[in-house]
Nanobody, 122 residues
Framework: QVQLVESGGGLVQPGGSLTLSCTAS????????IGWFRQAPGKEREGVSC????????YYADSVKGRFTISRDNAENTVYLQMNSLKPEDTGVYYC???????????????WGQGTQVTVSS
């Protein structure tokens, strides 16, 4: 079974924080770059943050730099996205994707999770 499972989404007030988790099973996690993507209704899916397979190089979209932090724990097959100072425009469904690449971010992604909803509203 190949699976990516996101968790940690929910409703939070502007300025609040959430930590998302992406846990993988069924493939050699250490060889895969992991990316977080999000999609709001009526908008294109956008890349948020990525982390590479071995060296753990990272990428952040300009819109989240300084507020979000991505990390990975290969022993636990898990990637985290710590989100601070959340804004209403951060609202959307957040997906993680995995790809066997030396690049920082997945392109299409070999595997995708089901997504977790993040809503930032007062």
């Amino acid at each position: 079974q190949v699976q990516l499972v996101e968790s940690g989404g929910g409703l939070v007030q502007p300025g609040g924080s959430l930590t998302l988790s992406c846990t993988a099973s069924g493939f050699v996690f250490n060889y895969y770059a992991i990316g977080w993507f999000r999609q709001a209704p009526g908008k294109e899916r956008e890349g948020v943050s990525c982390i590479s397979s071995r060296v753990s190089n990272t990428y952040y979209a300009d819109s989240v730099k300084g507020r979000f932090t991505i990390s990975r724990d290969n022993a636990e097959n898990t990637v985290y996205l710590q989100m601070n100072s959340l804004k209403p425009e951060d609202t959307g469904v957040y997906y993680c994707a995995a790809e066997a690449t030396v690049s920082i971010c997945p392109a299409r992604g070999n595997y995708w999770g089901q997504g977790t909803q993040v809503t930032v509203s007062s």
